[in-house]
């Protein structure tokens, strides 16, 4: 039976992304159980999920963070998509990754621009009538 | 005489910090007076002050990457006083380097809070009738 | 009522390092009660308290991490001593940071040496008898 | 004719990771042969032979080092092999990983995790009798 | 129509690296054309032409810096291009990249050096006569 | 007796920065003398007496790397002393670290200029003729 916080951060997480969440977690999940846990009980069950800091707000400064570290890659992606779902539109998650080039460089920001386009063009695919597909 | 630029800078930096943004520009003045005007017409000037991000949502972003950098103290305690000249309470922003915790580890956002409590004391002793003072 | 976690990992927090756990914990306290609890909960009450690992071990993971950041010199300070205490040499500790070196560059390792230097004095100090004292 | 350094450090790196030693070594070698030398010459040869630290805490730390990083993903699945050759067990190795979330932030550790079991699976595979191989 | 900045710029790039400046510049575009614009207009038209410093002594304080960011891979291939385009010979390269390993540690410089490899190797097939390919 | 690598070492280190150099190597000496004679060995004995770069590029390699890091402050002010020890001017390290701006952030560049103007500074001060001291 999972902790309480669990049950909380597995919503929140449901809520913000749920496929890159559902994935996270299963492969965690293989490799450390415990850590698994943890990483829904502690960020998402202890953080995300405080009334302190509406979720638009958290997504525009994890998607900061990500951007300044360089190498989260994975993780940049997947808080793209979430921005998406909770409310930004693609113009502003450009802006705030355009914005990172004064504090992290143009390097960090062009690499997280690029993390960007590939987060987009997958949902437009994604999202076009299967009769297009190509 | 300045151009455009510079104009639209200076005036969003008045906007966001007027204090910490004159004493930046002057002393960078002395060291180099072109990379002073560089940071006014680049940061200010053709970021901050495009309409494609709300300024509140801008501070966040900021104190969120100053925060991941670990280095970039004095930065951020000038960002933190933007932050809160724009809108966002403290309480925000406490909240945003908390979550940086999940992102950059946990010392990153200890020194962080430590410089939002030296900000946070120095406006409550700026804003205190003299009376009180001790 | 502190959770079963804040108390396991007080526990834990307070057998490696009495001094400046309390030290941290209490002004921590001061400026987000709740991250402050945190603290103690994640890392000392989720992870520093897991049997996979000595805690011998988990100081010198703690002493590299903190070496390779760079910035984190108060945390750095205070793993030095908990390293000390939990039963690390002086000259395993000044290995350590020799270590990263390779990893992180001498800088890091440069100015990490020098936190050890002033824990090592900090500790020669408190441990001389009143009457040696100048 | 290589130096006595040399010597010693190419018996080091054998001792702890003949197969990455080797391969690193050779490709190094191709692209600047006197790097190559000063690899083993500083690293191995003046560092990882000394007395001062055991072999296991060593890699302990460079493990540490490594995650903390969050790019040198190549190094780090090369001492993953070292610290299971020395003696870390699977579960000490995750272990440490899963403590850097705490001073690198998660990307950092669910990055280095994937490294982790990569590595894990590698040697499963390897060591498996061949009737078994699909 | 683009700004004087914009057109300096443009030369510049041109100038140190025609074939991945404009490549860069057509995939930003793609991205977000303001920041593709200002991608020219202040590292390339504010600051790369400035007379303060030759062209080949900017390259080796960009190859530097890349390398010790250490997840800018591409921005790196490109650049060493470009220190090739103004002057610096491989083997200059090369010890620019051996020498960051005092200062970012050995990881970062051996995956730098692997990049200059794929770069020097890149440059081999393109210079070498059609009728030896293979 | 030291090896041929630190005196080779030491001769170059005095050749560059005398006056820092004694003082870190005399400061170093006290925390780990081995490491001491390790920072004369690889750095300046094996690296920097090397021909296949001259020293003039080294320091531009150098500053630029230091102002990268963010961290390194006092090895900053000591390789811009370096610098202009071996022959760079005043405007082309601001200029270096002008340009890392790009690369790095404003941050790290304005706190890298800081360093510049302390050392500029102190210059000043120790070559006027005391009569004009005040």
């Known amino acids: ?6 049950d909380l951060g597995f919503r929140t997480l449901m809520h913000i992304n749920e496929e890159a969440g559902r994935e996270t977690y299963t492969s965690l999940k293989e490799i450390s159980p415990d850590f698994a ?13 405080r009334q302190q800091l509406d979720i638009r707000s958290r997504e525009i400064a994890t998607i900061s963070a990500l951007t300044v570290l360089g190498y989260a890659t994975p ?3 997947s808080h793209i ?3 998406l779902n909770v ?3 693609k113009e502003e998650i ?6 990172m080039s004064v504090y992290a460089g143009f390097p960090a920001a062009i690499n997280a621009l690029s993390a960007a ?8 695919r994604v999202s076009e009538p299967e009769g297009n597909a190509r």
């Open 1 to 6: 039976m999972k902790s309480e916080r669990f």
């Open 75 to 77: 993780q940049l992606s």
């Open 87 to 89: 409310g930004l539109s």
């Open 94 to 99: 450009l802006e705030i990754i355009i914005q």
């Open 37 to 49: 846990d943890m990483l829904i009980e502690f960020p998402f069950g202890d953080i995300y999920s």
């Open 117 to 124: 386009k590939g987060v987009f063009d997958e949902r437009a």
């Open 81 to 83: 998509h979430a921005g």
